[in-house]
């Protein structure tokens, strides 16, 4: 066999390989047995129990929402998207009325704008009143 078939017949086993792991992964089926409020980390690991309730990072990536209404301009920051600009535009908007009610409210916030308002309501949610344990 020379070169060239050797590199057809090693790639093609590649691909072969990587098709296999693409079927087997990632699972559809969820990591976790509890609902998304539930989950509690115990030293960096998420699982349904006792432990610290997730912020910042591990909770977006846990796909729990912060709340607008009670998060601090570092938390909002932290978004992926948002930045301190609009972090600090958010809350001063927030504080002046109170609390957001409306995510059109949220849209007439200087620097949102359409792209904007779409991150933000991927990642957080306007609550009514702040959960037991944090703003996550």
């Known amino acids: 066999m020379n070169r060239t078939g050797a590199l057809a017949a090693a790639t093609l086993g590649l691909m072969v390989l ?3 792991a693409r079927w087997q992964w990632p ?3 969820p990591a976790l047995d509890c609902e998304p409020a ?12 006792e432990g610290t309730v997730p912020t910042g990072a591990q909770a977006v990536a846990l796909g729990l929402k912060l709340d607008l209404n009670a998060a601090s301009e570092e938390e909002l920051a932290q978004l992926s998207g948002v930045g301190r600009s609009l972090a600090r535009k958010l809350v001063e908007a927030r504080e002046a009325q109170g609390r957001f009610t409306s995510w059109e409210e949220v849209d007439a916030v200087s620097g949102v704008g359409p792209g904007k ?3 933000l309501r991927a990642a957080t949610e306007l609550r009514e009143t702040p959960p037991p344990g944090g703003v996550w």
Not at 38 to 47: D, E, K, L, N, P
Request: glycine content about 24%; overall charge neutral.
């Open 38 to 49: 539930a989950v509690r980390m115990v030293g960096g690991i998420a699982h349904c129990g």
């Open 18 to 20: 990587g098709g296999l």
């Open 27 to 29: 699972s559809a089926s």
């Open 117 to 119: 308002l779409e991150t």
